[in-house]
């Protein structure tokens, strides 16, 4: 079965810090992968996709993430966080069986002090 | 546009106590529906999907049950709830490209 794992499950950043969050799956087929975020009060929403292509994606708010085959591994970055990016943040993969389920991972949240 | 309802958005059940959560979307038609729950500590782990009308696939062994009686109406229900039914319930619609999620159900089971 497929899984994903979020390394940091908590992370505290000083506003203009470096961002980077990790995320692994388990899957050796053609995958989607997807990082979602919920923003105090909030729904979840999408920040950004992978579906093929060039494996450096770019999402809203600065943020991008890349996907690297070998190392089954898709991170999450932003070069200077704000304190408006504190929320938490999940990494998702889709099912390979079809009707386009979602596995998440566990999720990290994310706090942005000013 | 498309916009996604759930309700209620806070619940406190006792134990064995029957549960029912509501799912509408506006704006599209034969979506594909999805309830997920967030445990405590954990990620969103997916309970069930709807690809139509009346057609329900479970992921995982539970205490609870979908239902889709129409196009776009889903709904999470339970005869008796248990102390683990509690976390945050989502209901999602979408399909290949991206899923959109519903503002959530908090439901604590006492």
Do not use: M
Request: charged letters at 15%; proline letters at 5%; glycine letters at 10%.
């Amino acid at each position: 079965a497929q899984s994903v794992s979020q390394h940091n499950h908590h992370v505290i950043l000083s506003e203009a810090a470096s961002l980077e969050l990790g995320c692994n799956y388990s899957y050796g087929g053609t995958v989607n992968l997807f990082w979602y975020v919920q923003y105090p009060g909030q729904h979840l929403q999408l920040l950004l996709k992978y579906f093929s292509g060039d494996p450096l994606v770019k999402g809203i708010k600065g943020f991008e993430a890349e996907f690297i085959k070998s190392k089954f591994s898709f991170n999450l970055r932003k070069p200077s966080v704000q304190w408006s990016d504190t929320a938490e943040y999940f990494c998702a993969v889709s099912d390979s069986g079809g009707y386009n389920k979602l596995i998440f991972g566990a999720g990290t949240r994310l706090a942005v002090h000013p | 546009s498309q916009t996604i309802h759930q309700w209620p958005a806070t619940l406190v059940q006792p134990v064995g106590s029957p549960l029912s959560l509501e799912c509408t979307v506006e704006g599209t038609s034969n979506p594909n529906l999805y309830w997920y729950r967030q445990a405590a500590g954990r990620g969103l782990q997916l309970l069930f999907y709807s690809v139509g009308i009346g057609q329900i696939s479970s992921e995982v062994p539970q205490n609870l049950s979908a239902s889709r009686p129409q196009d776009r109406q889903f709904i999470l229900s339970s005869k008796k709830l248990l102390l683990s039914d509690s976390g945050f319930y989502l209901c999602a619609w979408g399909g290949y490209n991206e899923q959109f999620f519903g503002p959530g159900t908090r439901l604590t089971v006492l």
